[in-house]
């Protein structure tokens, strides 16, 4: 059974940079024909596909995100990370962590999500 958990702080200052890891379990990040993404929630909003990066390393980027977005991944130990920089209030959101087939109609695995406030 696949399994994703993402960590890292709840709290980032204005203007810094956000730093998120998806630890994957029960599946490798580098399985053919998979894709990992990173999905954030606003309060009060909808979800938000930020970026992803595929089984053999590719990224594809949110165009409205792109410019402050890189994700990378450690094979070794099977995660993958978001970094987002220049941080305002408006990134305040639960984040995610995803995984689904290229091409499919739905991520097939999500991780719980993790509350990151932006504030000062």
């Known amino acids: 059974q696949v399994q994703l958990q993402e960590s890292g702080p709840g709290l980032v200052k204005p203007s810094q940079t956000l730093s998120l890891t998806c630890t994957v379990s029960?599946?490798?990040?580098?399985?053919?024909?998979?894709?990992w993404s990173w999905i954030r929630q606003p309060p009060g909003k909808g979800l938000e596909w930020m970026g992803g990066i595929l089984y053999e390393g590719r990224n594809v980027y949110s165009p409205s995100l792109k410019s402050r977005t890189s994700i990378s991944r450690d094979t070794s130990k099977n995660q993958f990370s978001l970094q987002l920089s220049s941080v305002t209030p408006e990134d305040t959101a639960v984040y995610y962590c995803a995984g689904g087939r290229v091409g499919g109609d739905e991520y097939e695995y999500w991780g719980q999500g993790t509350q990151v406030t932006v504030s000062s």
């Open positions: 029960g599946g490798s990040i580098t399985t053919s024909a998979f894709y």
